[in-house]
């Protein structure tokens, strides 16, 4: 089974609109990191969470883990369409590792 | 990512060549990883580095090598190339453990 879950797989919301996108880990969780994707580019990295409780903001975009849930969310705010895109959840399940795995995505649409 | 340059961006090459991906980056960050993307499968991590020559496999290592002989450059050989191995290649690089990851801009690599 996949390690890391995310869900949905895909969103289509409103501009305007908040949503909710969730990763959650199969294994203890020792760092959760935020991505975002545009097709056919790189990786663009929002943020690193690290400690249970943890909550970070830039912009309209909040990350929080739950250490207890092995679960982070991330959450936007009055989205628009510069927040389309495909989001991705990567983390260290083994302690001292040095490998980040990822979860599958989620493909994000913002309709103007 | 400034720092990071992945050559070639794009490569079509036939069944059975050899084919040799570069990963170079200018940030003097010691960790380095390649990871590949499908459509359904999200990132997987090929192989990675914790240091000049040392190198350990990832979770689809199979059919790949590599080597990393300075800091700056991490080189994926794909010795005999198969079409399973047409996808997006994607080279990370990590200050350290506490760290976030940066990602190159990829290479679409096509084995027919």
């Known amino acids: 089974s996949q390690e890391l879950e995310q869900s949905p797989q895909s969103l289509i919301v409103q501009e305007g609109k908040n949503l909710t996108i969730n990763c959650t880990s199969s294994k203890t969780l020792y760092g959760l990191y935020w991505y975002k994707q545009k097709y056919g580019e790189g990786l663009i990295f929002l943020m690193m969470l690290q400690k249970g409780g943890e909550e970070k903001s830039h912009e309209k975009i909040t990350a929080k883990l739950d250490e207890k849930k092995q679960q982070s969310s991330l959450h936007i705010t009055a989205s628009q369409p510069s927040h389309a895109g495909i989001y991705l959840c990567g983390a260290i399940t083994g302690a001292g590792s040095y490998q980040l795995t990822f979860g599958k995505g989620t493909k994000l649409s913002v309709i103007p | ?112």
């Open chain 2, 1 to 112: 990512d400034a720092g990071i340059t992945q050559s070639p961006r794009h490569k079509v090459t036939e069944t059975g060549t050899p084919v040799t991906l570069r990963c170079h980056q200018t940030e003097n960050h010691r960790y380095m990883y390649w990871y590949r993307q499908d459509p359904g499968h999200g990132l997987r991590l090929i192989h990675y580095s914790y240091g000049v020559k040392d190198t350990d496999k990832g979770e689809v290592s199979d059919g790949y090598s590599v080597s990393r002989s300075k800091t700056e450059d991490f080189l994926l050989t794909l010795e005999s190339a198969t079409s399973s191995q047409t996808s997006v290649y994607f080279c990370a690089t990590r200050l350290g453990l506490a760290y976030g990851y940066t990602f190159g801009s990829g290479t679409r690599l096509t084995v027919v």
